[in-house]
């Protein structure tokens, strides 16, 4: 009975944030200097096509009705039609998600791996020198922006060191055999995934030492080691689990953060993702691409926190009793 | 007072972020005097020749001098920073401290507005907003507030809950204190340790999401932001002039950690239970 009241009230909430997102925008629409129906349509939108938007999304109806026929589009999955791309703006951004998804998928898997890692050497011997080396520079990549760092690799390894290609996701003649694909993808991802790694590693690697040290302090780690268990296996196993639970939390917080990561890390290395789509769309003015992308990150936002949701619930009962 | 001031300046965190931090604000204050040139404009110079005794960090290829830009760039990053973590801190008190201090339908209500506001994906918004009103900074500064403040709240909310049951909250209810009062004058005072380092980080946040707007081209292009530069050094820096590239990110990391120093500094001296020592 709690869990399913738990995941109830976590679905209506990733609903309303949907909601709320579809009417900033709509409020933004409404409020931009300049005609809704041009911003609605993309400025590359001739008279005739203008006035089919203008029909459509009802402009010349009072404000409340204009608002429900937005609302109705979304749930309908309508987000509206790119003309640059000559297609609907839900087709293009699906197009590119896959993209979006493997180098913001691998970045996230190898910055928790790498950051536990790193968090767990710093923590076996705190104040010592290996702690003091990680932990500052820990500390300096958590200021360094993404895109600093990118730039930062592709100084270093495309230009003084010409190791790696300056952006693009696979060298041309690759995509013939699947093996030579999948090689050339990876080759072109090692940067732009470093790049976004970074500050994430940062903040695993600190929360995993600070929980540890907290962690390493307790009781039953004490009781632990007076029953004879290894320095090693507490660490990993006994102190570990309870060190891992903020970082679950942090990582679902920083959801958010890993748009602004993706937007700026694609841009940098040509990704072909959603993050270069959506500058592509600020450039020709492809107003509703532009909408469709904010609309898009926040429903992927909203359902990537409702599975972390879920696993929370189901992990620590807690949680559940406290929603 | 003077106690106060002691135990900050013996915090070695607030030392290390003051030091960090104060050739920023020296630059910022007298960018007037100490920048030789028009940063936004053409100084007659070779573009992207290398530091020189009259370009001492080189020029970009439009032949600004980057050092000028720098000066000012501190400036925009300062504004950006302060700006929008006081706005942010703001909205937070009057968000946070009701949610707290009168629980109920009414803290239910703001924290679930809260919740709703921190899953934006803010960084797409922000670049919505600047596609569809144009880019300014102040534009930039406030969305960032808009967008940051729940944070704050979410940390005074809870430390408000921790305390309205404590004895001297509950003399002051006895002592017939208005509630308006109450959270003003006793409660918030007792917060601040908790806060500062968050605000300080929202600060250095801030700084970073604005270099980030103007490197992707969309900041404001009547201000010279440090993203502005590296925006230039990106494409620059595919002929080799690491120039452009080397001195903003310099900058900004000795911004965002002097900011996160200071933040854990105050922290410190703040905390009752850790300055007794």
Not at chain 1, 211 to 222: F, H, K, P, Q, R
Not at chain 2, 47 to 75: C, E, K, N, W
Not at chain 2, 101 to 127: A, K, N, W
């Amino acid at each position: 009975m709690g869990l399913y009241r738990y995941l109830v009230k976590r679905v209506v909430f990733s609903f309303a944030i949907v909601m709320l997102t579809a009417f900033i925008s709509f409020l933004l629409i409404k409020e931009a200097p300049g005609d809704p129906a041009v911003l609605l349509g993309g400025e590359g939108a001739t008279p005739q096509y203008l006035d089919v938007i203008r029909q459509e999304y009802g402009l010349n109806l009072p404000l409340t009705q204009q608002l429900l026929i937005y609302f109705e589009h979304l749930l309908t999955g309508n987000l509206g039609y790119s003309i640059t791309y000559g297609q609907p703006v839900v087709t293009v951004i699906m197009e590119r998600l896959p993209n979006t998804l493997l180098l913001v998928g691998t970045a996230f898997v190898f910055s928790i791996i790498l950051g536990v890692i790193l968090g767990m050497l710093a923590a076996a011997k705190p104040y010592s020198i290996r702690d003091r080396i990680i932990s500052s520079l820990s500390l300096i990549l958590y200021s360094t922006p993404v895109f600093v760092t990118g730039l930062i690799l592709i100084y270093v390894f495309v230009i003084k060191v010409h190791l790696f290609p300056p952006g693009g996701m696979f060298s041309i003649g690759s995509q013939t055999n699947l093996l030579a694909l999948s090689a050339s993808i990876a080759y072109h991802m090692v940067l732009p995934v470093l790049a976004l790694s970074t500050f994430f590693l940062a903040t695993y690697t600190l929360l995993t030492r600070s929980g540890l040290i907290e962690a390493l302090n307790m009781n039953y780690v004490t009781m632990a080691r007076a029953k004879g268990v290894s320095e090693r296996r507490t660490l990993t196993v006994h102190a570990l689990r309870n060190a891992l639970l903020p970082i679950v939390t942090v990582a679902g917080v920083q959801l958010g953060l890993i748009v602004t990561g993706a937007v700026l890390t694609e841009n940098i290395f040509s990704w072909p993702g959603i993050g270069t789509l959506l500058i592509q769309a600020v450039e020709y003015r492809d107003f509703p691409l532009v909408t469709g992308i904010f609309i898009f990150t926040a429903i992927s936002v909203a359902i990537a926190n409702l599975a972390a949701d879920i696993v929370y619930g189901i992990v620590d009962p807690r949680i559940r009793s406290e929603a | 007072m003077p106690s106060i001031l002691n135990k900050v300046v013996k915090q070695k965190s607030f030392v290390i972020g003051a030091v960090l931090l104060s050739p920023i604000f020296f630059m910022a204050i007298f960018a007037n005097f100490i920048a030789p040139f028009n940063p936004l404009l053409y100084t007659g110079a070779k573009p992207l020749s290398p530091p020189s005794f009259s370009h001492i960090m080189g020029t970009d290829q439009t032949g600004g001098d980057i050092f000028s830009q720098v000066v000012y760039g501190a400036r925009v990053a300062l504004y950006v920073g302060i700006g929008s973590a006081a706005l942010a801190l703001a909205i937070a008190i009057v968000v946070g401290l009701p949610a707290g201090y009168f629980g109920g339908i009414i803290g239910e209500v703001l924290m679930r507005f809260t919740d709703l506001v921190i899953s934006i994906p803010s960084f797409v918004l922000i670049i919505m907003v600047v596609v569809l009103f144009g880019s300014s900074i102040n534009t930039i500064l406030l969305i960032i507030a808009l967008v940051s403040w729940p944070i704050l709240a979410r940390i005074i909310r809870a430390e408000v809950l921790s305390l309205k049951e404590r004895e001297f909250i509950l003399a002051a209810k006895a002592g017939g204190i208005s509630g308006f009062n109450i959270m003003f004058d006793e409660i918030l005072p007792n917060v601040w340790f908790r806060l500062t380092p968050a605000v300080t980080l929202q600060a250095g946040l801030a700084i970073i999401i604005e270099a980030g707007i103007s490197f992707l081209g969309l900041g404001d292009p009547n201000s010279s932001s440090w993203g502005r530069i590296l925006m230039f050094a990106y494409q620059a820096v595919f002929s080799g002039a690491w120039w452009g590239l080397l001195f903003p990110t310099l900058l900004i990391i000795i911004t965002v950690v002097g900011f996160n120093q200071i933040g854990d500094g105050l922290a410190k001296a703040f905390n009752p239970r850790t300055t007794q020592v």
